[in-house]
């Protein structure tokens, strides 16, 4: 009740002492305004007859005569002053000082601002800084003697009846504001006193989960309806009371066995997929085709180096190896798949969908090479054998979901495209790549992220096993050395001849990229390749592919 009627007495306080502080401040500033106004213009009048007096006498050419009549202007000028802070002088148009009745002080700095808003012929209020301060001024050109004339106050002087009254304004409502608190809470405490018992008779069934206190009922009123209200209320809270201890304990028991089963296969399953699951168990059992990128990942020559290690030195420098590459694909909003021993299966683009799914997978190919690259700086210190890895990736339809049988299910994804992308990361070993990606992940990266930043170079056309159809493979990366930045356009420009069978051309496009990129395996391959089709010309149907008669 006291915050809803307090805001009701204090509002129109407020609003009723708002508007008389800018009916008083616009007042007084108004008065400001029309004396330092009137004085100027007498000022302006004396300076006149003065000038006229010469011109009467024919002394307006006496440069003698001249200076007394400022002498006069000025000596005026100091007769109408009112305060030891107001200060009248002048300036002609070059900044030049005139006469003053004290020194503005005017800075070399202040001179050129000054003489913009003079010009600006507003006989108005101006402010400006004269030395060093913030002053109030108005101004008027004096023609004969070619001077600015102005009688300027400091602006906190000029404001300090404002001011005055700004403070009693709020000295005022704040003492208003005390009284009304006061009288609202004295008001208000004989109202409120039966509520403030119910209250604490709430506060202590909440505290001692007593649900046998009851109020004493004092009025025949609608407090006293309240109380009654409230002891039959307490009654049935007692009675349920013991119902949702029970209900309570057992809700409590299901959500521990619930956090158990998230923790436990949040270990082998997305967490966004563990809660779609939660949230509707029953479309996780259905299958959904959609187009995704799917990469693999792959240690080479697992087996060498797996003789080479001890068993739980092996295991450590996998979990090592592990723990960095699957970060780099969740927080790129990747899905992992799967372990298949030493090789990692991710998918972008289920169970969510995101506009630059095909992107975030191939910078997470690019960063996992280069956490690779970290990682090896490690098992260097360590004395541990070092990685090298292969990354293949393809964009393409699959059918993704739950997949299994009742005992046993996997989330996973099926399908051509992952074939393709299995492929992928077993070419890098062929064409001596880091990482590959397929055409169909190239089109959609030019198509959804042309401006990521990132440089291909087409490899080859191949059609792998168990495919007769081709399909180009490039490499990308993120950043490229400078001979790689000269390097690379040639050599897709060599491709284009290549694939126009103008072999001569394209082989002197691939000998300018090993000038520039020395033992170059795929540019060496396929000068060879030109070379041996200059001579012996492929079929009229050739079509660039290469069969590939493994993985």
């Known amino acids: 009740m006291f915050l809803v009627v307090l805001p009701l007495i204090i509002v129109p306080l407020i609003l009723a002492e708002t508007a008389s502080y800018f009916q008083a401040i616009n007042g007084v500033t108004r008065l400001a305004r029309q004396l330092l106004g009137f004085k100027l213009g007498e000022l302006e009048k004396f300076a006149s007859n003065q000038w006229g007096l010469l011109e009467e006498n024919n002394y307006s050419d006496r ?200 923790h436990i296969f949040q270990k082998y399953v997305p967490n966004t997929v563990i809660e779609k699951f939660f949230a509707s168990p029953e479309k996780m059992l259905i299958g959904d085709n959609r187009s995704l990128s799917i990469l693999f990942s792959d240690i080479r020559s697992f087996t060498t180096i797996s003789e080479g290690m001890a068993p739980d030195d092996l295991v450590n420098s996998l979990n090592r190896y592990f723990s960095g590459q699957v970060d780099i694909i969740y927080n790129r909003k990747g899905i992992v798949d799967k372990y298949i021993g030493d090789a990692i299966m991710a998918f972008w683009g289920a169970p969510d969908r995101h506009e630059d799914d095909a992107l975030q997978s191939v910078i997470s190919g690019i960063e996992m090479i280069d956490a690779v690259g970290k990682f090896n700086e490690n098992q260097r210190k360590l004395g ?117 069978r103008d072999f001569n051309e394209a082989g002197k496009k691939f000998k300018e990229v090993l000038s520039l990129l020395s033992n170059d395996f795929n540019a060496d391959n396929l000068l060879r390749r030109c070379k041996d089709y200059a001579v012996n010309p492929p079929p009229e149907n050739w079509d660039g592919v290469e069969i590939m008669k493994s993985k």
């Open 63 to 262: 440069e003698d005569m001249v200076d007394a009549a400022k002498k006069a202007v000025e000596q005026y000028g100091q007769t109408i002053l009112l305060s030891n802070s107001e200060i009248i002088f002048a300036i002609d148009k070059n900044g030049n000082p005139g006469m003053s009745t004290a020194d503005p002080g005017l800075l070399e700095s202040e001179t050129a601002h000054l003489l913009q808003i003079l010009a600006g012929e507003n006989h108005g209020l101006q402010t400006a800084y004269i030395g060093g301060e913030r002053r109030i001024l108005q101004s008027f050109y004096f023609e004969p003697f070619n001077w600015y004339i102005l009688i300027t106050e400091k602006e906190q002087v000029f404001y300090t009846d404002a001011r005055s009254i700004a403070f009693q304004t709020l000295v005022t409502l704040a003492a208003a504001v005390v009284v009304a608190v006061i009288l609202l809470i004295f008001i208000t405490s004989g109202f409120t006193k039966p509520i403030g018992k119910i209250v604490k008779a709430m506060n202590s069934i909440i505290e001692t989960a007593d649900l046998s206190s009851r109020v004493e009922v004092e009025y025949n009123d609608e407090t006293g309806n309240l109380a009654m209200t409230f002891n039959k209320m307490a009654e049935e809270l007692d009675r349920a009371y013991g119902q949702i201890k029970r209900y309570a304990f057992d809700a409590v028991l299901a959500g521990k066995k619930e956090e158990r089963i998230r």
């Open 384 to 500: 541990k054998c070092e990685f090298q890895i292969g990354i293949g990736l393809n964009y393409g339809e699959v059918t993704v979901g739950n997949i299994g049988s009742e005992r046993k299910m996997d989330y996973t994804v099926i399908g051509d495209a992952v074939n393709l992308a299995s492929r992928m990361e077993g070419l890098t070993k062929t064409y001596h790549s880091d990482i590959l990606i397929s055409e169909s992940l190239f089109e959609e990266l030019r198509k959804k992220s042309p401006n990521a930043g990132l440089h291909y170079r087409l490899l080859d056309t191949v059609a792998v096993k168990g495919k007769t159809k081709g399909v180009r493979i490039f490499t990308v990366k993120h950043r490229l050395t400078a001979a790689e930045a000269k390097a690379w356009p040639i050599h897709n420009q060599g491709m284009k001849l290549y694939y126009g």
